[in-house]
């Protein structure tokens, strides 16, 4: 099986980019399921319900998050209503939405996805490792293949994660930092790893903001408003080719397509 995860998507440059790529990508790598990462598709912060319908209508199987979910508060009464939205399962009992599920492929192939938030130089939350060991297990009892977004700051607590679940899950996709990195690979029980799947938006910008809007923040310490940049957009991510069977993953391949390429 072929799966697509796409980097974080930033806000209308970020969906200029799957209108124009996604089909192509979906075509040319014979990709039967694709996750993206949505939690700044609505102006760079945040995600709307009509934004979140808009992306999954375009061929996107279920958008992951972060800790921007939570920045449109419109967004809160639809995690509980559309079960295609996930937001990182190890946040306290009881807040909207869920962390996990498991969806069908285009080809009805069963795919677990688990989301989870890191927590070195990130909120308080509830331990990511243990979190997601249980949401894993009880997965296991229905499917072999489960992709983990691991949102989170730090390379280290990405790549104890990538350890922490190698050969109990199919691939663990790290998000957040919005640069891709170059460390892809299988590890050694099956699981495909990368640090960072990257962004899919404006290059020409610092990790999607304007480049004036982001030195101004940096260089007055005053929280001027994220203004998304609109130059050099493009899709970044990865594809993975996973054992239908065993849910072992067989090859990580980076992504980076250029708009009107």
């Known amino acids: 099986m072929h799966i697509l995860f796409i980097g974080d998507i930033i806000g209308k440059a970020g969906r200029q980019a799957l209108q124009g790529i996604l089909e192509k990508v979906i075509a040319n790598y014979k990709i039967e399921f694709v996750i993206a990462n949505g ?4 102006g760079g912060i945040g995600i709307t319900p009509p934004i979140a319908l808009e992306i999954l209508h375009q061929g996107v199987h279920v ?8 920045a449109k508060k419109e967004i809160l009464p639809f995690l509980n209503e559309e079960p295609r939205i996930l937001r990182p399962a190890n946040y306290p009992p009881n807040v909207p939405g869920r962390g996990s599920g498991i969806f069908h ?7 677990g996805i ?26 296991h009892k229905e499917i072999p293949i489960i992709i983990v977004d691991f949102h989170a700051e730090a390379t280290s607590e990405k790549m104890a994660m990538g350890w922490f679940l190698n050969g109990k899950v199919s691939a663990v996709l790290g998000t957040h930092t919005h640069v891709q990195t170059s460390d892809e690979r299988i590890l050694d029980g099956g699981t495909a790893y990368i640090t960072d799947v990257g962004m899919t ?12 809007i982001a030195l101004e923040r940096l260089l007055t310490q005053i929280p001027w408003k994220f203004d998304v940049a609109k130059e050099e957009i493009e899709l ?8 239908s069977k065993t849910g072992k993953a067989k090859d990580i391949k980076r992504i980076r397509i250029p708009l009107h390429n």
């Open 39 to 42: 939690e700044n598709a609505a």
């Open 114 to 139: 688990l989301n989870l938030e890191g927590r070195v130089f990130m909120k308080h939350l509830d331990c990511p490792f243990r979190i997601g060991e249980g949401e894993i297990e009880k997965m």
């Open 63 to 70: 958008l992951t998050s972060g800790n921007h979910i939570w």
């Open 105 to 111: 492929s285009s080809n009805g192939q069963k795919v």
């Open 236 to 243: 970044q991510g990865v594809v993975i080719d996973v054992d």
């Open 201 to 212: 938006g404006p290059l020409d910008s610092v990790i999607g903001i304007r480049k004036e």
